[in-house]
């Protein structure tokens, strides 16, 4: 039987429980351990595909197709593991699970309560997993804060199935803040302490404290927090505020923590962690010997968490090829006239998924300007459909051409609806979502970039390219590298007058992985540093 690890929050949100879950998670890993992590979120969303990214952050698809919270892709890229539809579990799913049994008439006339039916069913989703895989530990992150009215039947499920469990085969870590005030110079635990008592109302007593901070925590204020939280003092772990987010796993085995976990899950620590591969890649982070400018050109970027995948892809790529990526989010809208106010100077142009007309004009400024000054330009999902629809507004020629999902009576429909998704009327996972093979043509940038021609990516869109205007494309020299060998939906389209200009329908950000960044991202940065060096050489002449 599995053994399981809970990590709760308190006193305020966005701590970084996903960060800890991933990085206990590698530590394990590391130790020789089968090791998977799971997100249950308190809201009622079934998932957060119908979610504004101002609301949520980045939607993360896995291969099975199921749309995600962002924590995901923290998992998959510290663990260098897929995750799947079971990884990730929100209140209206569990929900809607319940409600259809009842529909069904599987309670036989009972009452169906949120105890023990809602709970119950939390409960059996806590396990799935332990009966899909062969995994040693199974960690759980829930969503929300201590506290909050939403997350009281997760605690409650919690609490009963720690009850039926043996000892040793579930502890609790509990992550929460130690504000540091200012005028007083001092930490303050009165939070933390006030957050296990809520935690203690619910039948829950942690088992080791991680505390959030930006000044490291003494000694005697680790022995504080231990006495009043009712747990050993070396069960108190500092969570100091760390450079990057890569830091965080060793900054964790400094504290001890894989050591304490494996003692209170009474498992051997098998061996020390190798973290040789990792601690090279912070080292080149670290030290960069180059630099380039990326614009992302996209409608969200007041929160930039919404392209997190993308970011984080940059600097997997950047520190492969010993550059440091500076991005800078650029608002389609203010592309709308003089784009080379906002975009000259820089590298590299990459423009951003994204549903919806908000910013369109604007992006396509940023293709054309990418395409007519050779910088180098990459193109995700919608980013790919703006590049086509540039092309044929202004090289083609082509009377109005848009995609129907901005304007349903263009008479070039150069992007359409795909058609298995004309009659659908639910928008909740339905989009053509998932993992899906691409045939790339053996002579193209592509096959080299990937260094074969059959691959496997991550979709989300409902649009594609409209094959009748192939022919002309292609024509003028943008071809169709990449077509998907059932449906023959074009997956990639790569120009070929220019030294990097191309578009994708997938999200290659979803795969790129620390240990292993992804290929287009890497080709993509390596063109930006051409880019830059030519243009140096160019000035100095």
């Not at 900054?251 to 050591?259: T, V």
């Amino acid at each position: 039987m599995a053994k399981y690890i809970f990590v709760t929050g308190g006193v305020t949100s966005s701590l970084g429980k996903g960060i800890i879950a991933a990085s206990l998670g590698k530590l394990l890993l590391a130790r020789g351990y089968k090791v998977t992590i799971q997100k249950f979120d308190p809201y009622i969303n079934v998932d957060p595909g119908t979610l504004n990214p101002y609301e949520h952050g980045e939607c993360y698809v896995t291969d099975d197709g199921a749309e995600t919270d962002l924590d995901l892709g923290h998992y998959e890229r510290f663990l260098n593991v897929s995750t799947s539809q079971a990884n990730n579990v929100t209140t209206g799913r569990i929900y809607q699970t319940v409600i259809s049994k009842e529909r069904r008439g599987d309670y036989l006339g009972k009452t169906v309560q949120v105890v023990p039916h809602i709970t119950n069913e939390i409960k059996r989703r806590f396990r799935l997993l332990e009966h899909e895989g062969d995994y040693d530990i199974i960690i759980t992150e829930l969503g929300g804060t201590v506290g909050d009215i939403e997350s009281l039947p997760y605690l409650e499920a919690l609490r009963q199935i720690k009850r039926d469990l043996n000892r040793g085969d579930l502890i609790t870590i509990h992550l929460t803040l130690i504000p540091y005030l200012k005028t007083s110079q001092e930490l303050k635990t009165k939070p933390t302490q006030h957050s296990v008592k809520d935690l203690l109302q619910s039948g829950i007593q942690p088992d080791i404290l991680a505390c959030r901070t930006e000044m490291t925590i003494s000694e005697e204020i680790k022995e504080k927090l231990a006495l009043f939280c009712n747990v050993r003092k070396q069960d108190v772990i500092e969570a100091i505020d760390a450079e990057t987010i890569y830091d965080v796993p060793l900054l964790l085995q400094k504290e001890n923590l894989d050591e304490i976990v494996l003692e209170k899950l009474l498992l051997p620590k098998k061996k020390n962690p190798d973290l040789k591969n990792w601690k090279e890649f912070l080292t080149k982070f670290k030290n960069p010997k180059h630099n380039v400018r990326i614009a992302l050109v996209g409608k969200y970027i007041e929160l930039m968490d919404s392209y997190k995948s993308i970011l984080e892809s940059f600097i997997h790529a950047g520190t492969y090829n010993e550059c440091k990526v500076n991005v800078t989010p650029v608002k389609a809208e203010n592309l709308i006239t003089e784009p080379e106010n906002f975009l000259s100077g820089f590298d590299g142009i990459l423009i951003a998924p994204g549903f919806g007309e908000r910013g369109l004009e604007g992006k396509i400024n940023a293709a054309k300007y990418a395409r007519e000054n050779n910088i180098p330009f990459f193109g995700i999902c919608l980013g790919m459909q703006i590049a086509v629809i540039e092309f044929a507004q202004n090289v083609l020629k082509f009377a109005g051409a848009n995609s129907t999902e901005f304007d349903t009576k263009t008479p070039n429909p150069v992007i359409d609806l795909m058609q298995e998704q004309v009659n659908l009327i639910n928008k909740g996972g339905t989009m053509r979502l998932g993992l899906y093979k691409c045939i790339i043509k053996p002579d193209s940038m592509l096959a080299d970039i990937y260094g074969k021609t059959e691959i496997e990516e991550r979709h989300r869109h409902r649009y594609e390219f409209n094959n009748k205007y192939l022919p002309s494309f292609e024509e003028k020299g943008f071809m169709a590298v990449g077509k998907n060998p059932v449906s023959n939906l074009v997956e990639i389209m790569e120009y070929n007058d220019h030294p990097f200009y191309i578009g994708v329908q997938y999200h290659p950000e979803y795969k790129s992985r620390v240990e292993k960044p992804h290929p287009l991202f890497m080709a993509f940065i390596k063109a930006a540093m051409n880019h830059k060096e030519k243009n140096t050489v160019r000035i100095n002449q």
